[in-house]
């Protein structure tokens, strides 16, 4: 006990370590941490460092840098790379060794963008490719991510083909080349479509050096137009025109394929430089012409759809392919010049007959006017000669009016036979154009396919009765109603005319006979065939004098032979119009009650 009281107890001795027991001294304390601290790395804040990943999470990625404690960061500053996994190497920015809590405070964003502009230039002039995360998209492109800068990615650069959704490429992590840097302005330009561009260029040298005509290839549709689908081959584009899409017509390719489709095509056609090459679609299934009906031949009866119409014609699908050509003289027995327009219009469904085959040619004409009798079979039947008509006036001549009497049955009026009595210089006079008009058929042109026709002859023959009136010698009153250097055309009763030469027209006192003068006139000479009258007013008081004369020697001679009577002047009222009609029939009864009396 007394050597226990001399013992001085130790004032630095850690009673508390002794009692869990830990029996290491002071200075071995120091000398353990002395060792420990060797084996850390010596870090300080705002460097950059490399830390190894030795645990991730959906949010957080813990970093290993060689320091006492570990680094956490958000997994945000990796989206760039989806990539990463436990045990990759990260560079990171150490913000602080130990915050409130003592916990190590790294950013990998701010390496990252410490070194950015260093690492781009560097992957330019490398001709590097780097990885970048698409963030969003801009006017014109998208905004990508890389090394922490924000590049700009043009939408031409995507890809080598169109982009016709720039959305589908946000969030993705893709591969790009540098392709221009603006040092002033900091600004990144990068591009995807460099990196497949050296790969189709060798695809497309390689199938350019197989490529063969009739050679089926598949292919992509890359873009439509209004004249065709543009098919990319495989870094290679071919043109199918829309006459080759398909065996029947295409008003636009949208109907037969869309964007991005894969087909079979084939080639038809390419340059010597094979830059522009010529595909088919339609030709890799078989011609509808050699699938018509072997049984189908002229004169049989078909249906069909009218797809084109020109002023010549219409042409009709019969079939997906296979169309006949109506022309515009097989749509009407009718001769007149009319458009395919007045018949039938673009989608009509419409019957028709087969007038020729070849399919050799791959040829058919049609017609929709042998579906009704050609009146021309039986026009004897039908308009007989003698027989009376109604007809539409079509056109003039300076010889006569056409008519048609029914569709296909044309006729002519020549102008004599318009008038018994009018002389008409000009159709225009008598009647117009798509005016009704009587007729009577005098002749029949089975062979030209023309009918004589008469108006005059509906009504009988004046002048079988003016013979019996206008006898020669007669006297009638008549109008001059026009003066010609030959003479003067005279209008006599019933609108008849007649013409007196000048010396004709020599009044008793001397004197010329002038326009409208109303004076009695001497019938010369009466021709019926000729419808001629010729007249004189000076023979009137001529022979007046001449039979006085006579009538004087003759009473001297014979006391009771009777005078000679001067023939009495008609004084029937001149016309100049078609004439009285009704008056010249009650003359023409009267004359022949006379006869039979």
């Known amino acids: 006990m007394e050597n226990l009281k001399n013992v001085a107890p130790m004032e630095d ?245 869309e964007l991005d489709q894969k087909l079979n095509v084939v080639i038809l056609d390419f340059d010597d430089e094979k830059k522009r090459i010529a595909l088919g679609l339609k030709q890799l299934t078989p011609h509808p012409w050699d699938a018509l009906d072997p049984n189908l031949k002229v004169g049989d009866h078909v249906k069909g759809k009218v797809v084109v119409m020109a002023d010549y014609g219409a042409f009709i699908e019969i079939a997906p392919g296979v169309e006949g050509l109506i022309h515009v003289s097989e749509m009407s027995w009718s001769q007149h010049l009319r458009s395919a327009q007045d018949f039938m219009k673009v989608g009509d469904e419409v019957e028709a007959v087969v007038l020729t085959l070849d399919r050799e040619e791959r040829k058919m004409s049609l017609g929709i006017k042998q579906l009704k009798p050609d009146p021309w079979e039986t026009i004897e039947e039908k308009y007989p000669v003698g027989s009376k008509h109604t007809a539409k006036v079509r056109n003039f001549t300076n010889f006569g009016v056409f008519v048609e009497c029914e569709e296909g049955v044309d006729g002519l009026i020549h102008i004599s036979d318009l008038s018994w009595t009018k002389k008409v210089k000009h159709p225009s006079e008598f009647t117009q154009i798509g005016a009704d008009i009587e007729v009577i058929v005098l002749e029949i042109d089975k062979e030209n396919r023309r009918l004589s026709l008469g108006h005059k002859q509906l009504e009988e023959n004046p002048w079988d009765v003016f013979e019996t009136v206008f006898t020669v010698g007669s006297v009638h009153e008549g109008t001059i109603i026009e003066m010609l250097e030959k003479g003067a055309v005279v209008a006599l009763p019933y609108g008849v005319e007649g013409f007196a030469t000048p010396k004709h027209l020599v009044k008793e006192d001397g004197t010329q006979a002038q326009l409208e003068e109303k004076l009695p006139f001497k019938v010369l000479e009466f021709n019926k065939e000729a419808k001629r009258i010729i007249l004189s007013h000076s023979r009137v008081f001529e022979d007046a004098a001449k039979a006085e004369e006579r009538a004087e020697r003759k009473a001297a001679k014979k006391s009771n032979s009777k005078k000679e009577e001067v023939p009495s002047i008609q004084n029937q009222a001149a016309s100049t119009t078609l004439g009285d009609i009704s008056a010249l029939a009650a003359l023409k009864e009267q004359m022949e009650a006379e006869q039979k009396k």
Not at 49 to 59: E, F, L, P, Q
Not at 179 to 184: A, F, L, P, R, T
Not at 186 to 200: C, F, G, P, R, T
């Open 13 to 257: 001795f850690n009673w508390e370590a002794y009692e869990n027991g830990e029996t290491t001294t002071a200075v071995s304390h120091e000398d353990q941490e002395k060792a420990y601290d060797g084996t850390l790395n010596k870090v300080g804040d705002h460097e950059v460092v490399d830390g190894t990943v030795i645990a991730m999470n959906k949010r957080e990625v813990v970093v290993n840098i060689g320091y006492k404690s570990d680094g956490i960061i958000p997994m945000s500053e990796f989206r760039y790379n989806p990539d990463l996994k436990v045990g990759d190497t990260v560079e990171v920015y150490i913000e602080n060794q130990e915050d409130k809590k003592g916990q190590l405070v790294l950013s990998h964003r701010k390496a990252r963008a410490s070194r950015s502009w260093e690492r781009v230039n560097a992957a330019l002039e490398n001709q590097e490719i780097i990885k970048g995360y698409i963030k969003c998209r801009t006017k014109g492109g998208m905004i990508v991510d890389v090394f922490g800068i924000e590049a700009f990615l043009p939408g031409s650069q995507i890809d080598v083909k169109p982009i016709r959704d720039y959305d589908v490429f946000v969030g993705k992590t893709m591969e790009f080349k540098v392709v221009k840097i603006n040092q002033e302005f900091k600004n990144v330009v990068v591009s995807h479509k460099a990196l497949i561009e050296a790969e189709l260029e060798q695809q497309k040298k390689e199938i350019i050096s197989k490529l063969e005509k009739g050679q089926v290839l598949e292919g992509t549709v890359k873009n439509i137009t209004s004249y065709g689908v543009f098919i990319d081959l495989g870094g290679v584009d071919g043109l199918i025109h829309i006459t080759d899409l398909s065996w029947g017509r295409v008003s636009d390719p949208h109907e037969v394929v």
